[in-house]
């Protein structure tokens, strides 16, 4: 069903997954819409509640028809998939903080402000480092005079870490179960987002159109800008690191 809002077309459910608007017209009289006080707030609780009960079954139906075929589904999105698109994001950047925060354990004593340094800051560098990943292929492709949103280019950057939310998911339980393997999975899904994902998004956006520079080239500007970002953030991005160093070697080594 069409959303008379904003047009989107819904497979299931009485709300519009996109904006919460609700997607069967009200036949009730005017005396059973008359709520006032915490009736209404009632009732507006509960179509928020709805609203975001439909939008986890969509996100959810959205993750494994992409998981299936990520580079396939993702080449079909536009702007329309954003929302999903910046959950997956949000998703991605949490995962790092989370797991180095958790395998820590007591070693976080002896860090200054240990959730603030070890979380909260690396979660907000990471995303808005992804943000910047996105941005790039968006300039990119503007380069090379291919119509095309922002939002489009977010939607298919966003759509293609699905796979590896996965893998951070792997990380994230074997961390827990103290294997090894953790430390691999958190580097695999680290690098292929920056060398991986772009020149797949570019290809996305290229194929079969007439572009000026070469889809090398495009890829290469990326990486160059990537790079630039990635020494420019490095105190958000690996902060932990150092979080981590500095306040064993303060503990161990106090005068110096």
Known sequence: MKCPKCQHENEFGNYCIKCG???????????????TGNGQQSVQGNH????????????????LDVLKNPYR?????????????????GLYSIFIPMIIYI???????????????LFIKPFIGYAIFVLLIALYIFLAIKINKISV???????????????????????FITSLLEMDIFLFLLFFGFA?????????????FTKGEKV????????????????????IMSDLLFSMIGNIIGGLFNTFFPFN
């Open 192 to 204: 292929a987002v920056v060398f991986l994902v772009p020149p797949f998004v570019l290809m996305s």
């Open 149 to 171: 949103s922002i939002q489009d280019v977010f939607s298919r950057y966003g759509t293609m870490l699905v796979p590896f939310v996965v893998i951070f998911a792997l990380a």
């Open 21 to 35: 608007t609700p997607l069967t017209e009200n036949t009730g009289s005017k005396d059973d819409e008359d709520f």
């Open 103 to 117: 395998t820590l354990g007591d070693l976080k004593m002896w860090i200054d402000q240990p959730f603030f340094n």
């Open 48 to 63: 928020q509640f709805e609203s975001m009960k439909q939008l986890s079954k969509g996100y959810f139906q959205y993750f």
């Open 73 to 89: 589904e993702a080449s079909k999105f536009g702007k329309e998939q954003q929302i999903n698109s910046f959950i997956t994001i």
């Open 212 to 231: 000026g520079i070469d889809l090398i080239y495009s890829t290469l500007i990326v990486y160059v800008l990537t790079f630039i970002t990635i020494d």
